[in-house]
């Protein structure tokens, strides 16, 4: 069977460097394989590549959608920033009406754009993470910069193409 490919929107750079310090501070080092990202879709068939290149490309020569961290999520074994970005939910449902007789189960069960920064730890770890986090957080202006198509092949992902906004 061949690798699927995962969807994400990239962070300014900015962003990127602080989520990612966020991810490297509580991922368990184990298991942290991939830098910080927004999943748009987990699995896409691999035959979708062509066709998803040139889609969020058409996608890039618009507008960044704006958007903001807006929460902290705890995930039960893990923690995340929930997006608020009606921006990125729109142009997420529009990929997911083209491609909608080839989503998984997950990719269909619905957006709620999140950021990880930690995942698979036991829930008490998770929740003194979010309680100290929900401490001094304050929602805040999220910069994405552009979409990007990775291979999973089971460990750190293989960039298939990745875009940047331009209007």
């Given at each position: 069977?061949?690798?699927?490919?995962?969807?994400?929107?990239?962070?300014?750079?900015?962003?990127?460097?602080?989520?990612?310090?966020?991810?490297?501070?509580?991922?368990?080092?184990?298991?942290?394989?991939?830098?910080?990202?927004?999943?748009?879709?987990?699995?896409?068939?691999?035959?979708?590549?062509?066709?998803?290149?040139?889609?969020?490309?058409?996608?890039?020569t618009g507008p960044a959608?704006?958007?903001?961290?807006?929460?902290?999520?705890?995930?039960?074994?893990?923690?995340?920033?929930?997006?608020?970005?009606?921006?990125?939910?729109?142009?997420?449902?529009?990929?997911?009406?083209?491609f909608a007789g080839l989503?998984?189960?997950?990719?269909?069960?619905?957006?709620?754009?999140?950021?990880?920064?930690?995942?698979?730890?036991?829930?008490?770890?998770?929740?003194?993470?979010?309680?100290?986090?929900?401490?001094?957080?304050?929602?805040?202006?999220?910069?994405?910069?552009?979409?990007?198509?990775?291979?999973?092949?089971?460990?750190?992902?293989?960039?298939?193409?990745?875009?940047?906004?331009?209007?």
């Amino acid at each position: 069977m061949a690798d699927p490919i995962i969807v994400t929107a990239l962070l300014a750079a900015a962003d990127f460097a602080w989520a990612d310090g966020q991810r490297r501070a509580h991922f368990p080092p184990d298991r942290n394989r991939v830098p910080a990202h927004v999943t748009l879709f987990h699995h896409l068939p691999p035959s979708l590549l062509p066709e998803l290149k040139i889609r969020l490309k058409q996608l890039c020569t618009g507008p960044a959608p704006r958007a903001r961290l807006a929460d902290i999520l705890l995930l039960g074994q893990g923690v995340a920033y929930r997006i608020d970005s009606p921006d990125l939910v729109g142009l997420r449902a529009d990929l997911a009406d083209t491609f909608a007789g080839l989503l998984t189960p997950q990719d269909q069960a619905g957006f709620r754009p999140h950021l990880t920064i930690q995942n698979k730890v036991a829930s008490n770890v998770a929740r003194a993470l979010a309680d100290q986090l929900r401490a001094d957080f304050r929602p805040r202006p999220l910069a994405i910069a552009g979409l990007a198509a990775w291979h999973y092949r089971g460990g750190p992902w293989e960039e298939a193409m990745a875009a940047r906004f331009r209007g």
